[in-house]
Each structure stands twice: as structure tokens, then as C-alpha cells.
């Protein structure tokens, strides 16, 4: 295809919105690459052994319109049923102020993780809202800022206690009462580790003399309120560390986790204004107590000091990571749950302790009324005098009756077996439904005249009565009314840069456009208020909308099958590994256990790695940044009869399209190895290659990366898995358990609430429009590194000198020369108006540009001009013009208080420092803090809302 043949913007085609630069742009940008056409460029660039050159089995593209009304057509044959499941997923009332403000707006959904905390105030602000909230009604020390969901946030509890314990048992024991698809989580992530989960009914049957940890859900599955005091007790006495699984609204009324003595307390908080959305996605919490901050695994956000002593928030303790510590990071999370978090946060600003109390009450009294109702049906018994919000009623043979008789009613229950249903009340249940459900029970057993709810109180046990105060803070106090609300929210968006500001050219993470068409059907009440376990005649729809989206994904990378189970990228990785280990034990090679990965490769794959069960053996990189083939030769002879997989990121994370990963894959199968390719470059092959076809045998892709699905502020993400027909069976199951397969998150079809995105970016773009922006992608990276190799040396490059979809540029001989570091450059990009690009990924001291095709030429030119301009400082404080430690540079983001300041001692003036060459006076973005130190955070940690005293100056 010839930019000739590309449509011109008649507002037909949506490519033409999703890809920023049109025809004419375009071939100016070709004309500085050097080449005729994008076909040209990409020949040239991509390795003859990988490109595939049939055309992508994908419906043609579609307009919004039409996209509009597919998705709406998919939504109606979804049934939003009244949801008394419960199991973990509630009825909730999203504020509506929060799903406006928050859910739908770019401001918040379409910004990146707050690496550069400068940037990211607002979002830090709320995720430290978030952390608070969760410590306090935990009554826990310490929170972090998010996890995937509740089972992963309870298998990361497990490998804490692991961790951080004495014990020298490997014996997990879980209480029978807990979660169902939790068990299935921790059986999973238990099993490679070697560590073995005992289920027992500890209501019944005492825990073993030896274990490591203590798995309690409260209150537990089947409702039940117990008090488990004297188990957390017996645990401790025999050194075991002991979870808490909490529900944070039961939390108001009950005594927290952290009273009863819990070392860690885990849950999700989706009944918090997130709706369910067929099970995702959801922010999961995970607390801890004071001792055990250091060991805690996912993102912490704390509050630190800026350049001018004032507090600034940053995440904390980073060294705990993947991205740093690689193999012994304490988890292999990176992508979590931040816009879900933030939503959660707000709901508990919104409320406030005295709404959120009053909606915890009138839940438990609404199970109350149910209770004493269903008391007067005959035949009916209540199984648990105590409970909070779910009542479970035991009618002997009858169950299946009555789940079946409140479902022709409108209304779900829990089938929980022959002779019981469970009944679960939320913040949504009305008076009317419970007489729904009492109807439907009535029916059941030939009652005539339903039995009336009455309104007793609830029937939360005395002696567990919450004494202790919770959200004191100030900010769950203040913004309560919506115009507060709406201000706060603003308050905090106003402070962040997002992709609603300008280009965002992190690389790897490819911050593409999230089309506000691809958005809008995720708060739709048929996708955002299904519960994971409705019966499937409710979710025709969806279970369409799934199938077709893994369809088109295995047709684009040539994989056979794809499950979008995983909730992120590292979830995919880790569901991919352990098909991986499990093809090979099937194969009676269970003992492959030697993981290969390159020393450039991302954190997550070592961490992930290691979560399988395997040891990570580094293959190092030659001097062109590729792996290097002799020795990974070595590697392989070394462990050839213990070799389990290699993981390679293709393009590599070097930004290089490498010519030798043929060869690669072949060597390793050679071995009796699996090739694991990293898939969250695909933005760079897009319709080009397809991993299935190169040699590959497993792949994740990130939705949240090439496929639209917005970053978040650091999640939610998809990271399907794929893999060739022979890892099939082991591809992630039902977490019901039904099917013996892995459960790789809590839900079915893990964050399936957010699949709409990716399948409307499938349908608006087709098979040209995928191949185009791919080829756009490459073009668009080619044009930044032939601007800015004059200035900056661009690391790696391969066929001709190409790169692939992203470029590094590298800063060492200048940083060397004039002490100018990256960090200078990365935060001088602040004033400029720009969010940094990837700083020391993959190689410390460069930055790695990652421009999309979504940006048109004007902003690829802004970017390219303030690179030059800041290179031309970098010559003034390596001439002396500038000294060393005094310079825009180093002095770099400038605040608007600094550069009003009644005082400036500096050797640049103030418009130098605030209003660089190429700002527009009038859409100025301003940092509010300065630059931060995170070492300071780190030495005193304080990871919960500093009293509003501290932002006095
Ligand atoms: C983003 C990324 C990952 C991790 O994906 P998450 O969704 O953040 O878990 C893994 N590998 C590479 C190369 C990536 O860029």
C-alpha cells in the first residue's frame, strides 16, 4: 500500500482519527527517514525470516457508528439481573459524580503509573486516600496502593507469610469458608512453590501442629460472622503468620483484621462505586502490620520531600520491585488496579465514615429483615445466627427450586447446594427485592401470601462490634457535598499530566489514543452490572464479545488459542509459564526447570519466572543489543537437560527488530525448550509478523499497550495469554474449579468489564488499519531517532540502521561529559510540557521513546524541538555558561511559585526556567511540587494522608 491509496479525513474512516499524522504528514516524515513509502520502510526494517505477508482473517473495519450499535446489540443480550450472589462481588451505586469525573474522563483514565511522581500528584493523592482508607478500616500499618483482585491479593498474602515467617513448614492452611475462586487462586500460585494448601473447616477440625500461614475470610463465604480471635491466636502459637480476608464495608461495623490480631489483611474493594463488570476489573487492598511494609509486594505510594522541603508524594521502597530486584522482587506486579483504586478512594470521600457506616448498616439490616422472613416459611432454617450482609437458609432439597423460582423473578441467588441458597444483601437491595426473594421461597413451598420483611436490627454479634474510629483524616470529611466533590476531583485531575495534555512517549508502554468511542460502552449497566457467576442465558453477550475478541487476537499473532483471563501483563506471563511447566511434566520432563532470560529483558519476566517454579538463568546482550547467540549457545549447553523455556521480548525491549530470533527459537526447541515471546512490543508487528508463526509457542499481549485499553494511572490492563495448539490445554480455566485448569485471576473472564475497549479497536480499524498504524508506529520512532541523532546517539538500531516502534537515546557521554543526568533531562522535559519518556529501561542512564502512531507530526515536532532545545542547555552547562549544580537542568521542573519567588539567585532568568523555548504562554502546564527526593521518603517511611499541617508553609 502507497500513502497515495490511504483516505483522506472525510470522517468516514476512524484509522484516519486513530493515527495522527495524515497523508501529507506522513510522506514529510518519510522524506526524513529516507524512504518512498511506509511498505518501503517496514521491508526494510523487518527481518525477512519473520514477516508475514498474508492479509489479517479480520472483519473489515467499521464505522463508530456501526461499532455503537454492534456493542449495543452484543449489551441487550446480556440480562442485568437484581445480583444477590454475592461471593465476593456486590451490588454497587457508582456516585454519579465519580463515574463522570473519574470512569469517563481522560484526565484520570488516560494518564500513566506515577513513576514520574512531579507529574502525578493528583493520582499519588488519591491512591494515598486509598492506602489510608484501607489501613484504617483494616486497622492494619500499612496498605499499598492496589492489587489485581482478591484471590491474587490472598495468593500474595501467602507467599508474605511465606516470606516473612519463621516457619519452616510449607503448609498453608485455609479455612473451608473462604471464597471459592480464592481457593482456586491459591492452589495455582501454591503449587509451583511447593507449597501445600490445606482446606480444613476450622469450625470443626483444628489446624495441624505445623504451618506456615493462616487463611481466614471474615466474614466468611457462606456469611458467617465468627470471631477468629482464638484461631489467630493458636496460628501465632505455633509461628504461623495469619490473612485476613476482609470485607472493607463489613469493616465499618465489625471489629477490623488488625484487633484480632492479623499480621496481613487482604480483599478487593469493588463494593466501593466499582461496578462488577462480569467479574473486573476491581482494585484488590492488601495490608499489612507494622514489621512487614519492607516484604509487601505491588505499588506503595508514600510522602516525601521536594527540592524546597515541601512534602510531595512518590512511590515508596521501589528496590522491593520487579523492575529492580527482578528475580527476588517480592511479586512480579506491575500493571494494578489504579483507576479502580482511585474510584474506590472517592467513594469513601464521598461518603465519608458516617455514609459509609449508615450504607454498611442498612445492609445488614436488609439481610436481617430477609432472615427473619424467610424464618416463617416452612421448611426454611437459617443456617448462621450471625452474619453481615448474606444470609444463608437451608430448605432440605428445595434449594435448586428457589434459586430457579428468584431467578424467573429477576433476582440471582447462590445455588450452594441441594439444600442450600446463600442471599446476598448490598448498598442496592430494596425492600422490593427481599420480597422478591421471600415470593420466590414461598412459592417453593406452597406458601400463599408472601411472608412481609420486617426491619429488626442487624445481626452482627455484640462482642464483635467495632469500637475503634476510622477515616479521621480530614479528607473523608470535607467533600461531601457533589459541588465539593466535583472540585476535589478537578483539584486532583488539574494537577497530573495525562495523554489529555500531550504526548506521553514512554517506551514500552505505548500510550496510544484511547478513542472516546472505544470508552463509552464500558459504563454501560449490561456490561458494568453483571455478576462473573450470573447463569449464562444472562451473558449471551458477553461470552459472544469474549469469543469473538480471542478469535481476532489469535488471528493477528498466529497463536491457536488465547485466554483473556490473565488481568495484566504479568498474569499472562505467569499463566503462560505454567503451561509451560505443565506441558513438560505431562510429558514426563517435569523436571525442566531452567527459565532463559535476556539481561534486557522487563522485570516481570524474571518474577514471573521464578513464580512458576523455575530458575532464571541470564543470557546476556552483544554489543548491538541483541541476544547474544553464543552465549545463549553456552546457556543451552550448560542446562540443555533442565532447559523448561526462553523468554524474549520481540521487538526486543532494545527497540531493535532482531534478525536472530529465528535462529533463537530454533536452538531452544533444539533443546526440548519453550519459546516464551514477551508480546508488549506488538505494536511493532501488527499485521507484519505474527510470534505463532516466527517460532514461538506462547505469548502475552498487553491490552492496555497496543489494544487501547487506557493506562489508568498505572492499571487496569488485560494481559491475554496465547500459545500454539499444543499448550492449549493448559491455557487458564474456570476459577469454579469445574475444569481442573488454572486460575490465573479470580473471574472467568478476568477484567472482562474493560473488553470492549480492545473489541471496538479491532472492529474500527480492521486488517489495513491495524497494518497502518504498525506501520505509522515504526515510522513515527524512525522520524524521532533520525531528528534527534545529531543531538543524542541512538543506542541501537538494526536492518539499515532502523529502529523498530521505539528508540533509545542515549545520555551516558553527555552525563559523563557535563554531569547532566537523565533525571535532569527527563524532569527539564517538565517545563518543556512533556511527560518524560522511559527513563533506564532497558539500559540505566538513556531514555527510551516510544512516540505511537497516534501522535501527529505537529506534537512528534514539539517533542523533537525541546530534545534539541534541551540539548543545547545540556552545551551551556558543559561550556560553564551554566554552572554544574545551579542550571535550568538540574533545577529542572520549575513550580510557579519558584519562578514567582520574591527572590531568584539563579544564573537563568525566570522565563528561561518557566516558559522555555516552543511552552505556549497560555496552556502552560505547571508541576505543583518541585523536584522530588525519594531517598528521604524511603528513610521515613510514611505511607498514609500527612494532616493537612504539613502543606503549610
Ligand atoms: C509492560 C510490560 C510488561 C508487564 O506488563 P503489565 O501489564 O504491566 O504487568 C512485561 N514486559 C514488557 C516488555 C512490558 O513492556
Known amino acids: 500500500m502507497t500513502t497515495a491509496q490511504y483516505p483522506t479525513r472525510d470522517g468516514g474512516a476512524f484509522a484516519d482519527r486513530h493515527v495522527g499524522p495524515d497523508a501529507d504528514a506522513e510522506r514529510r516524515m518519510l522524506e526524513t527517514v529516507g524512504y518512498s513509502s511506509v511498505d518501503d520502510l517496514m521491508d526494510a526494517a523487518i527481518p525477512e525470516v519473520i514477516r508475514w505477508t498474508g492479509n489479517l482473517d479480520l472483519p473489515p473495519a467499521a464505522t463508530e457508528e456501526e461499532v455503537i450499535a454492534e456493542l449495543r446489540a452484543l449489551a441487550d443480550r446480556n440480562t442485568v439481573a437484581v445480583s444477590m450472589i454475592g461471593l465476593g462481588y456486590s451490588g454497587t451505586h457508582t456516585p454519579a459524580v465519580i463515574r463522570r469525573n473519574v470512569l469517563e474522563n481522560p484526565a484520570w483514565y488516560t494518564a500513566y503509573t506515577p513513576y514520574q511522581p512531579e507529574i502525578s500528584q493528583g493520582r499519588l493523592e488519591a491512591l494515598l486516600n486509598f492506602q489510608t482508607m484501607v489501613t484504617d478500616l483494616t486497622g492494619l500499618a500499612t496498605a499499598n496502593a492496589s492489587m489485581l483482585d482478591e484471590g491474587t491479593a490472598a495468593a500474595e498474602a501467602m507467599t508474605l507469610a511465606r516470606r516473612a515467617g519463621k516457619s519452616k513448614s510449607n503448609v498453608y492452611v485455609v479455612d473451608a469458608d473462604t471464597l471459592p475462586q480464592t481457593l482456586a ?27 506456615f500461614g493462616l487463611h481466614l475470610q471474615y466474614p466468611g463465604a457462606s456469611g458467617a460472622v465468627v470471631d477468629h480471635t482464638p484461631l489467630v491466636d493458636a496460628a501465632h502459637a505455633a ?106 478512594s472517592m467513594y469513601a470521600v464521598y461518603h465519608g465514615p458516617v455514609g459509609l457506616r449508615a450504607i454498611a448498616e442498612r445492609t445488614a439490616r436488609r439481610a436481617a429483615a430477609l432472615a427473619a422472613g424467610l424464618r416463617t416459611v416452612d421448611g426454611v432454617e437459617i443456617v448462621h ?10 430448605f432440605p432439597g428445595r434449594a435448586a427450586e428457589v434459586v430457579t423460582e428468584a431467578r424467573r423473578r429477576g433476582v440471582n441467588l447462590r445455588l450452594v447446594d441441594a439444600d442450600q441458597v446463600g442471599i446476598a444483601c448490598d448498598e442496592t437491595t430494596t425492600e422490593a427485592h427481599l420480597a422478591t426473594v421471600l415470593d420466590a421461597f414461598g412459592a417453593v413451598a406452597g406458601q400463599t401470601g408472601s411472608p412481609a420483611p420486617t426491619d429488626p436490627p442487624s445481626a452482627l454479634p455484640a462482642g464483635l462490634a467495632r469500637t475503634s474510629d476510622y477515616l479521621t483524616h480530614p479528607v473523608f470529611r470535607s467533600h461531601h457535598s457533589e459541588t465539593a466533590m466535583l472540585r476535589y476531583l478537578r483539584r486532583l485531575a488539574d494537577l497530573d499530566y495525562a495523554l489529555d495534555r500531550g504526548m506521553i512517549p514512554l517506551g514500552s508502554c505505548t500510550m496510544k489514543l484511547n478513542a472516546t468511542t472505544e470508552m463509552e460502552p464500558v459504563s454501560w449497566p449490561e456490561f458494568a452490572n453483571v455478576h462473573p457467576f450470573a447463569p449464562d442465558e444472562q451473558t449471551a453477550g458477553y461470552r459472544d ?92 549447553e550448560a542446562h540443555r537437560d533442565t532447559l523448561a523455556a526462553i523468554m524474549v521480548t520481540y521487538p526486543s525491549t532494545h527497540g531493535v527488530y532482531e534478525g536472530g530470533i529465528a535462529a533463537l527459537c530454533a536452538k531452544v526447541h533444539d533443546a526440548g525448550g519453550q519459546v516464551y515471546v514477551d508480546g508488549a512490543n506488538l505494536n511493532a508487528l501488527l499485521g507484519y509478523a505474527k510470534p505463532g508463526r516466527f517460532g514461538a509457542d506462547v505469548s502475552h499481549l498487553n491490552l492496555h499497550k497496543t489494544f487501547c485499553i487506557p493506562h489508568g494511572g498505572g492499571g487496569p490492563g488485560v494481559g491475554p495469554v496465547a500459545v500454539r495448539a499444543h499448550l492449549a490445554p493448559y491455557l487458564p480455566g474456570d476459577p469454579s474449579g469445574a ?40 515510522l513515527a520512532a524512525n522520524y524521532v531517532a533520525a531528528r534527534l541523532r545529531g543531538h543524542f546517539p541512538v543506542l541501537y538500531a538494526g536492518n539499515k540502521g532502523l529502529v523498530a516502534h521505539e528508540c533509545i537515546l542515549d545520555l551516558r557521554p553527555l552525563t559523563k561529559a557535563t554531569g547532566v ?13 512533556f511527560h518524560a519518556p522511559t527513563m533506564s529501561f ?19 515536532d514539539r517533542f523533537c524541538d525541546a530534545m534539541i532545545a534541551i540539548r543545547a542547555e545540556i552545551d551551556k552547562v558543559g561550556s560553564g555558561e551554566w554552572p554544574k549544580g545551579d542550571n535550568p537542568l538540574a533545577n529542572a521542573p520549575h513550580t510557579a511559585a519558584m519562578v514567582t519567588g520574591d527572590e531568584w539567585s539563579h544564573p537563568y532568568p525566570r522565563s528561561v526556567a518557566g516558559y522555555p523555548t516552543g511552552v505556549d504562554r497560555r496552556a502552560k502546564y505547571w508541576p505543583p ?4 527526593d525519594g531517598a528521604y521518603g524511603d528513610r521515613n517511611l510514611v505511607c498514609a494522608c500527612p494532616p493537612p499541617e504539613a502543606f503549610e508553609n
Open 385 to 394: 445466627e450471625a452474619f453481615f450482609d448474606t444470609v444463608l437458609a437451608r
Open 842 to 860: 532497558p539500559v540505566a542512564g538513556t531514555l527510551m521513546v516510544e512516540p505511537t502512531e497516534s501522535e501527529d507530526l505537529t506534537e512528534l
Open 739 to 778: 475444569d481442573g485448569r488454572p486460575a490465573i485471576s479470580a473471574a472467568r473472564y478476568g477484567s472482562a468489564g474493560i473488553l470492549p475497549i480492545p473489541w471496538a479497536y479491532l472492529r474500527l480499524m480492521g486488517p489495513d488499519g491495524l497494518r497502518r498504524a504498525t506501520g505509522v508506529a515504526v
Open 545 to 636: 464479545l469474549v469469543g469473538s475478541l480471542e478469535g481476532w487476537l489469535a488471528e493477528v499473532t498466529g497463536y491457536d488459542a488465547v485466554s483473556v483471563q490473565p488481568n495484566a501483563g504479568s498474569q499472562g506471563e505467569l499463566a503462560g509459564l505454567l503451561a509451560i511447566r505443565a506441558y513438560h511434566r505431562d510429558r514426563g520432563e517435569g523436571h525442566r526447570d531452567v527459565c532463559l532470560i535476556p539481561s534486557s529483558a522487563h522485570g516481570t519476566n524474571a518474577a514471573s519466572a521464578v513464580m512458576a517454579g523455575m530458575r532464571v538463568v541470564v543470557v546476556g546482550c552483544d554489543p548491538d543489543g541483541d541476544v547474544d547467540l553464543a552465549d545463549l549457545d553456552r546457556k543451552i
Open 185 to 211: 487462586v491459591l492452589a495455582t500460585r501454591a503449587e509451583p512453590l511447593g507449597i501445600e494448601v490445606r482446606v480444613l473447616d476450622l469450625a470443626t477440625e483444628p489446624p495441624p501442629d505445623d504451618y
Open 929 to 932: 511540587v518541585r523536584r522530588i
Open 239 to 344: 509461628g504461623a503468620l495469619v490473612t485476613v480476608a476482609a470485607d472493607l464495608l463489613a469493616l465499618t461495623l465489625l471489629r477490623p483484621p488488625g484487633e484480632i490480631g492479623a499480621d496481613i489483611a487482604a480483599g478487593t474493594t469493588q463494593r466501593f462505586g466499582v461496578p462488577m463488570g462480569f467479574g473486573g476489573p476491581h482494585a484488590g487492598y492488601l495490608a499489612v502490620r507494622a514489621g512487614l511494609e519492607r516484604m509487601l509486594p505491588g505499588r506503595l505510594v508514600g510522602v516525601s520531600r521536594d527540592a524546597a522541603g515541601d512534602p510531595a508524594y512518590r512511590l515508596a521502597l521501589q528496590t522491593r520491585e520487579q523492575h529492580i530486584r527482578r528475580e527476588k522482587a517480592t511479586s512480579n506486579i506491575c500493571t494494578a488496579q489504579v483507576l479502580l483504586a482511585v474510584m474506590a
Open 821 to 833: 543526568s537523565v533525571d535532569d533531562v527527563a524532569k527539564r522535559l517538565v517545563d518543556y510540557g
